[in-house]
Nanobody, 125 residues
Framework: QVWLVESGGGSVQAGGSLRLSCATSRSTSSRYIVGWFRQPPGKDREFLALIADNDNTYHADSVKGRFTISRDNTDKTVYLQMNSLKPEDTAVYYC???????????????????WGQGTQVTVSS
């Protein structure tokens, strides 16, 4: 079992920034991927970025240059720094984890086994 808890969401004006946090439980597995997804109202879940235990990262083209994923290796918290926010970034943001040990790039929500509860991000024009 992997526990994931998102925080840091809220309301912000267009052009502003937010940093989301994903607190993760201590895992006995040494191989894992943590990803960030978002789901706008009435739409499907969208992949944003991932980070693996080997520090490899991958960002979706739609947010590359604005969003950056990182990890605090002391407490294992995974962050999503979001800059230059736009109204279309409004969504519920989720972190998710895969502990299969497969390091292939995973961009589908079905490829992740564990999910946090989500945190709301609202960007006003």
């Amino acid at each position: 079992q992997v526990w994931l808890v998102e925080s840091g969401g809220g309301s912000v004006q267009a052009g502003g920034s937010l940093r989301l946090s994903c607190a993760t439980s201590r895992s006995t597995s040494s191989r894992y991927i943590v990803g960030w997804f978002r789901q706008p109202p009435g739409k499907d879940r969208e992949f944003l970025a991932l980070i693996a235990d080997n520090d490899n990262t991958y960002h979706a083209d739609s947010v590359k240059g604005r969003f950056t994923i990182s990890r605090d290796n002391t407490d294992k918290t995974v962050y999503l720094q979001m800059n230059s926010l736009k109204p279309e970034d409004t969504a519920v943001y989720y972190c998710a984890a895969d502990v299969s040990g497969n390091y292939n790039i995973k961009v589908l929500s079905s490829e992740y086994e564990y999910w946090g509860q989500g945190t709301q991000v609202t960007v006003s024009s």
